[in-house]
């Protein structure tokens, strides 16, 4: 497709800020404490963009507002930032559903964005069309990002998945077209089960679409296994991203970006470090693989 | 054969049920009740499913095989008791009811059906857990002395009163919300406590319900457990539930990710060597078919539909185990009021 949007090879992550780690609960607890001010997140962004790594994959957290910010206010420093916004951060809806029901989280997050408080009033109405209702709550989301480059726009693996599983399928392709139309931006869908996925999203036309999924040797929350992991990967055609690569560090680097970095379909790695040394290694460790592929490949 | 299964209550939980159960190969949501008519209206327009105000009534009319409950806990009893009358299969969100007498109520009556009644305390099929009840069972420890559950969030770190969850009398507060999956993590890896020996209860924001449960268990032979739970706590960014068991041969630590263990010099078992071994879920947990927010909550939906395939009546999360962890619940909330 022509005016398919290119992915780097290698993508940062956000888990380490927000203190989401697989393996260990106190591992989490540390970084959390580390990360508490944004001055912390923005001094390892910068790190990995000093290091060439330039796309920041990012969850929709309150807390990337301030992140934001600082990147508007220098735009020289940070020309070539792009962030891949991942939408939405679904605790704060499930924490608001529970709270206050179903149409007061959509008010409380819908209001402020241009077409919200032009629709406000007819709320009713638009709230029982699922397509108008995620526009007004993508725009919510999108709001933090203003004037930042975008050019991919992931929705979450937990908001993905239950779309997949529940059988509302027809949002897929709502969600490609309007983040296309109106940021023109491609349309991204992390998950968990990504031969399922992929089965739905060709149904629904969606061509050669980006699909990000964990993808390590040790079939770490891989749903459909391993083997059709690979089988898919190799086969079908769609954008892979691979997360997870690591599975939460059970895996060594070295051995777990051979495997992923052996499977030349996949586009682009995504991968999550708080320190110079560990952004730089697997870095190069992934620049060291490829060369060797490429290599091998013009021989 | 596929499973027709009904959901009645799509708040968060039943929800999130509905996608695993209708991702699964063996079942389908063939209607749902709910008593909001602009969720119902929305599942009828965009999925097709039916959609029912009443329980009864999407019992009687849904030709259904199951139903799964997902209600505010005082609201359990009354569906329950419908459906396995009327010979459904049955799935409770956890606790079973707020009353161990109407538990074993429920459990007697789905044994005398011969139905599946299952509740969805979902960290009994996390892999963590399962083998720390392995090692704990098969002798790892030696003779277990005490075992400490905990349980940290922040469910609750502001004055709120809104929702059912802070009102005590349709089964709000700490005790039957929280500390429940903790008091039946410990019942499945060490077994029922016979008596619970002191406990206090403590409001830290709620106004009608408590946000803290501590208590301590006497078992039969001898051992002690403490419980530690608050829901007030929000350095946790969810809830952390911890298992400690201490034996003559060793220490063993669990949560949700790793599983510690610690034995004592000649006291090896099976594969894990004297001093500190460490395994991860990476390792522990089985795959599932598909993954939505945990392993465990596609595990225990799986296990429901097989064991409806199969008429295993023997399966885990039984009500007559639940009515166990509801006598327990019962029990501290008494020890509690009478300040011993």
């Keep these: ?299 | 054969m596929t499973v027709r299964v009904g959901i009645v209550g799509a708040g968060k939980m039943g929800i999130s049920h509905y996608a695993i159960v209708n991702a699964h190969p063996n079942a389908q949501v063939s209607a749902v009740c709910d008593t909001s008519g602009y969720v119902l209206s929305v599942l009828e327009k965009y999925t097709g499913v039916a959609t029912y105000g009443s329980f009864e009534k999407m019992i009687d009319q849904g030709k259904l095989d199951a139903i799964l409950v997902a209600t505010p806990t005082s609201t359990h009893f009354p569906c329950a008791k419908y459906a396995l009358e009327r010979g459904l299969h049955l799935f409770v969100e956890k606790p079973l009811t707020l009353s161990p007498a109407e538990s074993r109520t429920l459990s007697d009556l789905a044994r005398k059906q011969k139905r599946v009644n299952q509740v969805g305390f979902h960290n009994r099929f996390i892999g963590t857990f399962q083998e720390a009840r392995r090692l704990a069972r098969g002798g790892a420890l030696g003779r277990v002395t005490n075992i400490h559950g905990s349980a940290f969030g922040q469910v609750v770190v502001k004055d709120q009163s809104s929702g059912w969850r802070s009102k005590k009398s349709e089964g709000g507060g700490c005790l039957h919300d929280y500390a429940c999956h903790v008091v039946d993590l410990m019942n499945f890896i060490a077994g029922a406590p016979a008596s619970v020996r002191g406990a206090r209860m403590q409001s830290i924001f709620s106004k009608d319900v408590e946000d803290a449960v501590y208590a301590i268990f006497s078992y039969a032979d001898g051992r002690t457990g403490v419980l530690e739970t608050n829901w007030s706590d929000e350095t946790y960014r969810k809830m952390s539930t911890t298992i400690t068991l201490y034996g003559t041969n060793g220490k063993l630590i669990a949560d949700r990710q790793e599983l510690k263990l610690y034995l004592r010099p000649e006291c090896a078992f099976e594969t894990y060597v004297e001093g500190w071994n460490t395994r991860y879920i990476t390792d522990l947990q089985k795959p599932v078919a598909y993954y939505l927010r945990g392993e465990e909550y596609s595990s225990q939906i799986d296990a429901f539909v097989r064991a409806i395939e199969s008429g295993d009546l023997e399966h885990e999360n039984s009500f007559a185990s639940s009515a166990e962890t509801d006598r327990v619940l019962e029990q501290i909330a008494q020890a509690s009021r009478s300040g011993s």
Aim: glycine share 8%; aromatic share 10%; net charge positive.
């Design chain 1, 1 to 299: 497709m022509a005016n398919e949007t290119k992915m780097d090879r290698i993508l940062f992550g956000d888990n380490q800020f927000f203190g989401v780690n697989h393996m260990s609960e106190e591992k989490a607890r540390q970084q959390l404490m580390r990360f508490k001010d944004n001055a912390a997140i923005i001094e390892v962004l910068d790190i990995a963009y000093d290091a060439g790594v330039k796309t920041f994959m990012c969850t929709t957290h309150d807390r990337m507002a301030g992140v934001c910010e600082h990147m508007r206010k220098d735009p020289t420093r940070y020309k070539d930032f792009v962030f891949y916004p991942c939408m939405p951060y679904a605790h704060k809806y499930a924490n608001s559903v529970t709270e206050v029901g179903p149409l007061e989280t959509i008010k409380r997050f819908s209001a402020g964005s241009v077409v919200g408080t032009l629709l406000r009033g007819a709320m009713g109405a638009i709230t029982k069309d699922i397509y108008d209702l995620m526009k007004l709550l993508v725009d919510g989301e999108m709001k933090a990002f203003k004037g930042l480059s975008t050019p991919v726009i992931f929705v979450q693996n937990v908001v993905t998945d239950l779309l997949l599983g529940m059988g509302l399928h027809g949002v897929f392709p709502e969600f490609h077209k309007y983040v296309r139309e109106r940021y023109g931006a491609e349309a991204g869908f992390i998950t968990m089960n990504m031969p399922a996925l992929l089965d739905v999203l060709e149904k629904q036309g969606i061509e050669n679409p980006i699909v990000c999924s964990n993808i390590n040797k040790i079939d770490f929350r891989m749903c459909g296994g391993l083997e059709l992991y690979e089988k898919t990967i190799r086969e079908r055609r769609f954008r892979p991203v691979a997360m997870s690569v690591f599975a939460s560090g059970a895996i060594p680097p070295e051995e777990a970006l051979e495997y992923v970095c052996g499977q030349r379909r996949i586009e682009s790695i995504v991968f999550g470090a708080s320190s110079k040394r560990n952004i730089e290694q697997t870095r190069d460790l992934i620049r060291k693989i490829d060369a060797r592929h490429a290599g091998a490949a013009t021989r």
